[in-house]
């Protein structure tokens, strides 16, 4: 097989494959809840999303709130410079 001719989608199967078979990223696909022998980028996306819609909750949801209100009072900085 000629590495300038692969395309993509098999690029990507053997980027998942190299990654299945690293034993630091098999550990991390396994905290996930993920089989590292039979993983897909779908699954993976899956996951990450119910992890971070389970780890909202009303303290994190006012702590944006807060630092999106407090941001958008805050003058540019480029106003608050004064010409010599």
Same mark, same amino acid.
């Given at each position: =097989? @000629? %590495? !300038? ?6 690029? =990507?199967?053997? +980027? ?6 690293? %034993?630091? $990223?098999?550990? +991390?696909?396994?905290? =996930?809840? %993920? ?5 897909? !980028?779908?699954? +993976? ?5 119910? $992890?971070?819609? &389970?780890? $909202? @909750?009303?303290? @994190? =949801?006012? &702590? %944006? !709130?807060?630092?999106? &209100? ?15």
């Amino acid at each position: =097989m @000629n %590495l !300038y001719s692969a395309d993509q989608p098999n690029l =990507m199967d053997r +980027i998942l494959d190299t990654a299945a078979d690293n %034993l630091r $990223i098999a550990k +991390i696909l396994v905290q =996930m809840g %993920l089989d590292p022998d039979n993983v897909t !980028y779908d699954a +993976i996306f899956n996951r990450v999303l119910e $992890i971070v819609l &389970a780890n $909202i @909750n009303l303290a @994190n =949801m006012f &702590a %944006l !709130y807060c630092f999106q &209100a407090q941001s958008s009072r805050l003058p540019p900085l480029r106003l608050l410079r004064r010409p010599l």
